[in-house]
């Protein structure tokens, strides 16, 4: 459906700059309609009678799924938004610098009446680039920001050296290789960047490669470039995080799907509360089409995305983001899954 | 096609069709003249047989409508309570200073008012005077009861209810979750509330007994006593569900009467002021009015491009008017 209102997450812990971001995004002159929902008003300096102040009420599903949690205030904006309809292109949700983005995730996704008139488009965090480093260790809620994210934005970029930003860029990657890093000063990027990036959406998802080779090495750059130019920088210095990580799992033989559903719903329902974010592209004995989905702790949305191109290697490939993944149990697990 | 419904009895001839040109999102009859709130701006007043006269009463976001028969009172998203009568004259009859939004409005038959705006639930007697109370949570539906000078107010694990003019603290009534409507029973027995979860929880208010009535495919969005106030219709399946209360213990234990089934879901349903008929409207657009004796029904609206998403009864039940998402609405009379 494309006349689902876009939805863009943005979150960042504490002086990160999320307002900066968000004034950038209101005062630009793209032509435009936003609505947003803040969780402090009087920030925003925009004259804007679509600006909603939210409560951030999170509450649990009496669905059985502890991780299952919504934002109830979100459900009640989105109903009251969508009565001025034709008024707003897309919608903004701002975050407090303390907030775990999942719960507004999933209420895209379990709430019906948001779910039919809006669509969850990306999650964007922005990081401060001289003291993310400090808050990794101190902060969980930074650490989830930076996991769940799709886009990051590395900010306050100038007020670091060159081997410090290369350090806490690598510290990103090693909790989320898949996001899209933008090294910014003031938050300034093209919103295009920001934006429109369909990262929840089935069909865009094509390849699930991390993205070490294709993130911007400047801040504020207009022009695209294969961003290559990372390999001279000596190498990436690998980071583990001790409780979070990513891993991808890969096979080029057919999987067999009355195995794979049942073991990756098992898995989602017994360890959803550890997996944060997961993604997949999947090749079905006998099945002329790619199996795709995306999935926020317990809840897994998929579909048949299209046909396998001739030459296409019809190889799945699933990768978690998530804390203390049990991921011996799951390759194990995945590698049942073959037909 | 199951849902054209071709041998079925039709009123759809008897059509008078209203041009709202958006959404509509509640209507609420005044004697004979149909109010359809719009969701944004507006409302527009239709007498049968009579010419439309639109009316703005609220800057933006309609987000809630009640009535108490002789005002139609709006709540929006520019702060504002507003009551309006028949002949189309509005006042302001309350609101939140800080111009938050008005989420629920509701009416008393006593001309009281009642309004929440997030965490606060607001009332106003018709001499003027105003209270307040603070919630737990953000408050999901108002109800005046059907006797005393009492609110129930749903929100998070819950709901309250509330004596304005006494001294004693509310009574909580718990149950975890998110309770996004309520409604008394006609007789003052039972209280009912819409759960973010496709189900509805009641209480038995004598003695606090719990009742669980699941089994939708939906989150439940209407519900309407029937006229004789001994069964509750609601919405949130692919029929029309009707949950019966007569009994001492009300639908404990007691499947509910499924009727009227569809391909699409039942989105809002009214009950008849005086027979026990309920009007469904459907996602599909179908407007049904149905027997619940025997399930018989009747052709009310054919199916559009878009959900029905308001129905109102007249108070004698000779007109019923429906709305729907695309602004495509009309009253029909029925006899």
């Given at each position: ?339 | ?119 606060q639930a607001f009332v106003r007697t018709r001499k003027g005077e105003e209270r307040v109370i603070d919630l737990p949570s953000t408050v999901g539906g108002l109800a005046f009861a059907p006797k005393g000078f009492r609110l129930a107010v749903a929100h998070y694990n819950g709901a309250t209810l509330w004596f304005p003019n006494a001294q004693a ?7 975890r979750g998110s309770h996004l409507d309520v409604t008394f029973s006609p007789d003052g027995r039972f209280l009912v509330t819409a759960m973010q979860e496709p189900n509805l929880h009641s209480w038995r208010l004598a003695d606090g007994k719990h009742m669980r009535m699941s089994g939708y495919s939906a989150k439940v969005l209407s519900m309407s ?106 009253i029909v009379r029925v006899t």
């Amino acid at each position: 459906m494309t006349d689902k209102i876009p939805v863009t997450v943005l979150t960042g812990y504490l002086g990160a700059g999320k307002t900066t971001l968000l004034n950038r995004i209101l005062s630009e002159p793209h032509g435009r309609k936003f609505a947003v929902i803040v969780n402090e008003f009087g920030e925003i300096g925009i004259d804007n009678d679509l600006v909603v102040g939210a409560d951030e009420e999170v509450f649990e599903m009496n669905n059985g799924c502890i991780c299952c949690t919504v934002r109830g205030d979100l459900i009640r904006i989105i109903d009251g938004l969508m009565r001025r309809k034709g008024k707003f292109d897309a919608i903004i949700v701002e975050t407090t610098g303390l907030a775990d983005p999942a719960p507004v995730a999933q209420t895209f996704f379990v709430d019906d009446n948001v779910g039919r008139r809006t669509k969850l488009d990306a999650v964007v965090t922005v990081a401060d680039a001289k003291w993310l480093n400090e808050r990794l260790k101190d902060a969980p809620e930074a650490k989830n920001q930076i996991a769940f994210a799709d886009v990051i934005l590395l900010n306050k970029a100038d007020l670091v050296g060159k081997a410090e930003l290369a350090e806490v860029e690598a510290r990103i990657r090693g909790l989320n290789p898949y996001a899209r890093i933008h090294r910014t000063e003031r938050c300034a990027i093209p919103l295009p960047e920001v934006l429109g990036r369909n990262a929840f959406d089935l069909d865009r998802i094509l390849d699930l490669e991390p993205a070490f080779l294709e993130s911007d090495d400047h801040g504020h750059d207009h022009h695209h470039h294969d961003g290559h130019d990372h390999h001279h920088h000596g190498g990436l210095k690998h980071y583990h995080d001790e409780d979070m990580q990513s891993f991808s799992l890969k096979t080029d033989k057919p999987l067999d799907p009355d195995k794979f559903f049942p073991w990756i719903q098992d898995l989602v329902a017994k360890d959803g509360p550890s997996i944060l974010r997961s993604k997949g592209i999947l090749a079905f004995k006998d099945d002329p089409d790619r199996f795709v989905f995306q999935g926020v702790h317990m809840i897994l949305d998929g579909d048949h995305q299209r046909a396998w191109k001739d030459g296409e290697t019809r190889e799945s490939r699933l990768v978690f983001i998530g804390r203390n993944m049990p991921e011996d149990k799951i390759r194990t697990g995945f590698e049942g899954c073959v037909a | 096609m199951p849902n054209a419904r071709a041998d079925t009895a039709s009123l759809v001839k008897r059509t008078q069709p209203v041009r709202a040109g958006g959404a509509v999102v509640a209507i609420q009859f005044l004697q004979d003249t149909a109010v359809f709130v719009l969701g944004e701006e507006g409302l527009i007043l239709v007498e049968h047989g009579g010419a439309e006269r639109r009316i703005a009463v609220h800057a933006g976001a309609i987000l809630a409508a009640a009535s108490d028969g002789v005002r139609i009172v709006t709540g929006g998203d520019d702060g504002k309570v507003v009551a309006t009568d028949a002949t189309g004259a509005s006042t302001t009859v309350g609101g939140d200073a800080k111009h938050r939004w008005i989420d629920r409005v509701a009416a008393g038959l006593d001309g009281a008012v009642a309004w929440s705006a997030g965490k606060q639930a607001f009332v106003r007697t018709r001499k003027g005077e105003e209270r307040v109370i603070d919630l737990p949570s953000t408050v999901g539906g108002l109800a005046f009861a059907p006797k005393g000078f009492r609110l129930a107010v749903a929100h998070y694990n819950g709901a309250t209810l509330w004596f304005p003019n006494a001294q004693a603290a509310p009574e909580k009534l718990e149950w975890r979750g998110s309770h996004l409507d309520v409604t008394f029973s006609p007789d003052g027995r039972f209280l009912v509330t819409a759960m973010q979860e496709p189900n509805l929880h009641s209480w038995r208010l004598a003695d606090g007994k719990h009742m669980r009535m699941s089994g939708y495919s939906a989150k439940v969005l209407s519900m309407s006593w029937t006229a004789d106030g001994k069964a509750l219709a609601t919405s949130g399946a692919d029929q029309l569900i009707v949950w019966p209360f007569q009994g001492k213990d009300g639908p404990m234990g007691k499947p509910p009467e499924m009727l009227a089934p569809c391909e699409s879901n039942v989105a809002v349903v009214a009950g008849h002021p005086r027979q026990a008929v309920v009007a469904a409207g459907y996602d599909d657009g179908l407007v049904l009015l149905v027997r619940i004796e025997d399930g018989a029904e009747i052709l009310a609206k054919k199916p559009g491009n878009a959900p029905v998403s308001a129905l109102a009864w007249n108070a004698k039940g000779t007109l019923l008017a429906w709305g729907a998402e695309d602004g495509e609405a009309g009253i029909v009379r029925v006899t």
